[in-house]
C-alpha cells in the first residue's frame, strides 16, 4: 500500500456497531471422514519423509476438495425465459464455499516451504478453510477479525485450533494488519494480494477444468460474485489455459456482480475507469446480506476489471433485496440453499438479460453454501 492510501487508511472512522453476519455456510468438513483421519495422522507425523506427508495431503484434497457439482437449472430456466442455465456450486466444498480451494492449495505450500504458522485476515468463510486446512496440516493458523464483526464461523474457526486475534477496524485493516505481523514473525502470509498470487489463481482456476469437463467446451458466460475479485481472476486464467490449449472454441464472458456501489470492480466498469479506484471508506456501509462482498479496496480488482472487459463481459450492482430474492428463488425452484451475497453474479446476468433479452446458449453461474 502507497503512502497515500496509508494516510486515507490512518483517517477511517470506524463503527463500534457489530456485524452479525450471514455468512455461514455448511460443508461436510472432515470430522467424520475416517479415510482423511487416517491421512491427517500420516500428515502429521514427522517420522514420515516430506514428499510422504506432501503426497498425503495431496491426496486430501484430490478426495475432499473440488469437483463440485455443476447442475442444469431448468426450472428457473422457465421462471427467467433463457436456457441453459447452469449453478456451479461450490458450497460442496468441506466448508461449505470456494475458499478451500486456495486454503488447502496454500497450507501444502506452507508445509513444502517449512512454516509452522500460517496468517491471515477473514470475516468468516476463508477463516474456517484455512484453519480447516491448517488443522489437518498440524500447523498453527493465527486469524485476524475485525471487531465488530459477529459471525457463526467464529466457533468453527476455533474448533480447529486457530488462534483469533481482533482487530479496530475493517476486513482491509485486517489484511494490512496480520501481513505487518506475518512478514515480522516469519508466517506464512495467506492473504489476498501477496507473493502466493499465482498460487491462488491457479487453484481457482481449477473451477474453468471442471467446468469444461462437464460441459466439454466454455459456456457462453460465467457469472461470477466478486469482492477482491480473485475468484473471477482465477476462473478467467483457467478458461485462458483451456483457450490456448486448443480445449475450447472460445473464451467466456465474464460477468461480475456485488454489493450496491460498495465495490470498486464494479464502479470502475460501470463509470468506465481504466482501473479500480479505492472507495470511501467511511461511506461503505456494511449488513447481514452485503459484508462478504463489500470492499473500499479489492486487492485483486484490476485483475478482474480486466478479465471482464477482455471478454466484452459485463458487471452490474446488487441491493440486498434483490439477492435475498435470487437466493429464495434458487431454493424453492432447484432446491439449492446459498448465500445470498453469492447470487450477486447471478443477479448481473439477469439485468443485461432484462435490458437485452440473452440469446440461449449455455450460462454458468457460480455459487457458494448457506445454513
Avoid at 487416517?38 to 514428499?51: A, F, N, T
Avoid at 489484511?175 to 506475518?182: F, I, L, P, R, T
Avoid at 475479485?229 to 464472458?253: C, D, E, N, Q, W
Wanted: aromatic fraction near 8%; charged fraction near 25%.
Amino acid at each position: 500500500m502507497n503512502n497515500e492510501n496509508d494516510k486515507h487508511q490512518q483517517n477511517i472512522i470506524y463503527s463500534d456497531k457489530p456485524y452479525d453476519l450471514i455468512d455461514g455456510a455448511v460443508g461436510a468438513g472432515f470430522d467424520i471422514n475416517l479415510e482423511v483421519e487416517k491421512l491427517r495422522q500420516v500428515i502429521q507425523d514427522k517420522s514420515y519423509s516430506l514428499e510422504d506427508r506432501l503426497e498425503a495431503f495431496e491426496d486430501v484434497i484430490d478426495s475432499e476438495v473440488g469437483d463440485t457439482n455443476l447442475v442444469r437449472a431448468r426450472n428457473i430456466e422457465r421462471e427467467i425465459g433463457f436456457r441453459q442455465l447452469y449453478l456451479k456450486f461450490e458450497g460442496g466444498n468441506p466448508s461449505g464455499t470456494q475458499k478451500d480451494r486456495i486454503a488447502f492449495a496454500q497450507v501444502m505450500d506452507a508445509m513444502r516451504r517449512g512454516y509452522d504458522t500460517i496468517s491471515l485476515a477473514t470475516c468468516g468463510n476463508y477463516g474456517v478453510a484455512c484453519s480447516m486446512a491448517a488443522s489437518v496440516a498440524g500447523i498453527k493458523c493465527k486469524i485476524y477479525v475485525p471487531e465488530t464483526y459477529h459471525t457463526k464461523r467464529i466457533q468453527e474457526i476455533s474448533n480447529y485450533g486457530a488462534e483469533i486475534i481482533r482487530i479496530p477496524g475493517d476486513y482491509e485493516n485486517a489484511v494490512q494488519v496480520s501481513s505487518v505481523e506475518a512478514e515480522k514473525s516469519e508466517f506464512y502470509d495467506a492473504n489476498p494480494g501477496g507473493n502466493n498470487l499465482m498460487l491462488q489463481l491457479r487453484a481457482y482456476g481449477e473451477i474453468a477444468y471442471e467446468i469444461y469437463d462437464e460441459l466439454r467446451d466454455a459456456p457462453k458466460a460465467v457469472a461470477v460474485p466478486v469482492s477482491n475479485g480473485t475468484t473471477l481472476a482465477g476462473i478467467y486464467r483457467g478458461f485462458v489455459s483451456l483457450y490456448k490449449r486448443g480445449k475450447t472454441s472460445h473464451m467466456p464472458k465474464f460477468v461480475a456482480g456485488s454489493s450496491f456501489k460498495k465495490n470498486p470492480i464494479i464502479q470502475a466498469f460501470i463509470n468506465n475507469k481504466e482501473t479500480c479506484e479505492d472507495l470511501i471508506p467511511e461511506k461503505i456501509k456494511e449488513s447481514v446480506i452485503n459484508e462478504p462482498l463489500i470492499n473500499w479496496h479489492s486487492i485483486d480488482g484490476d485483475l478482474a476489471l480486466n478479465a471482464i472487459r477482455s471478454t466484452n463481459g459485463w458487471a452490474a450492482d446488487a441491493t440486498d433485496k434483490n439477492m435475498l430474492s435470487l437466493s429464495k428463488l434458487i431454493r424453492e425452484k432447484e432446491g439449492m440453499s446459498v448465500l445470498p451475497a453469492s447470487t450477486a453474479g447471478f443477479n448481473a446476468l439477469l439485468d443485461l438479460h432484462k435490458k437485452e433479452p440473452l440469446v440461449n446458449d449455455r450460462f454458468v453461474v457460480i455459487l457458494t453454501g448457506r445454513n
